[in-house]
């Protein structure tokens, strides 16, 4: 059964500085998505890393998959306040290629 | 697009009672997805159907829960008895394609509190 381990689980930044987020998965996982949600929203679809050595960037973040390490980072730079979040990782395994397991999320909290 | 769209976006119940929560997907997805959130155990997932057949239902926490989609278009959840341990956000979501591998997008949430 894959388990999806997020760290840190609770991140407080000053606007302006970087910092990664981690998702490391227990077994081959084909897929890793990262999702946003903001209190009391939904979770809004951020990345898809379908490959090794992926990585894709929108705006200040910017994430990354290495399957041999089971291992994504979330990278967030120059931290603006609106980034302000929880973010979670989630993984697929093959067997049920449907089926998601998701860490327990990263809050986020951007200090001006 | 409208999204996922569910409802009630909130609902107060008493323990006993039957509750049902409605989800209406991205039109032209054929996958379709209950899940659950709480901070105790995060993010899980109750059932999944696919072309309006439940696929796996290993999530459900037990015979009080049931699932339907009559049609494409439409899904419930409900919850007969009612516990205040179903206290949580139950979020639905769809997905379009085959591969297993397509993004899920996730609805607003229906908040319960059961009392």
């Known amino acids: 059964e894959l388990k999806v381990e997020q760290n840190p689980l609770f991140l407080s930044m000053q606007e302006g500085k970087n910092y990664t987020i981690y998702c490391n998965y227990s077994?081959?996982?084909?897929?890793l998505y990262w999702y946003r949600q903001d209190p009391g929203k939904s979770l809004e679809s951020l990345f898809v890393l379908l490959s090794n050595g992926a990585v894709k960037q929108e705006g200040r973040l910017m994430a990354s998959l290495d399957t041999k390490a089971r291992l994504s980072t979330l990278h967030i730079t120059a931290a603006v306040h609106d980034l302000s979040a929880t973010y979670f990782c989630a993984g697929g395994s093959g067997g049920s290629n449907y089926k998601l397991t998701f860490g327990k999320g990263t809050l986020l909290t951007v200090n001006p | 697009d409208a999204g996922v769209i569910q409802s009630p976006r909130h609902e107060v119940t008493e323990m006993g009672q039957e509750v049902t929560l409605r989800c209406k997907p991205i039109?032209?997805?054929?996958?379709l997805f209950w899940y659950r959130q709480t901070m105790m155990r995060g993010l899980e997932l109750l059932i999944y159907?696919?072309?309006?057949?439940?696929?796996?239902d290993s999530g459900m926490p037990e015979d009080r829960f049931s699932a339907k989609m009559p049609n494409a278009s439409f899904s419930t959840l409900k919850i007969q008895p009612s516990e205040p341990r179903d206290s949580a956000v139950y979020f639905c979501?769809?997905?379009?394609?085959?591969?297993?591998?397509?993004?899920?997008?996730f609805g607003p949430g229906t908040r319960l509190l059961v009392l």
């Open positions: 159907f696919n072309n309006n057949v439940p696929i796996d």
């Open positions: 077994t081959t996982s084909d897929r």
């Open positions: 039109s032209g997805h054929n996958s």
């Open positions: 979501a769809s997905s379009s394609g085959t591969s297993g591998k397509e993004t899920q997008y």
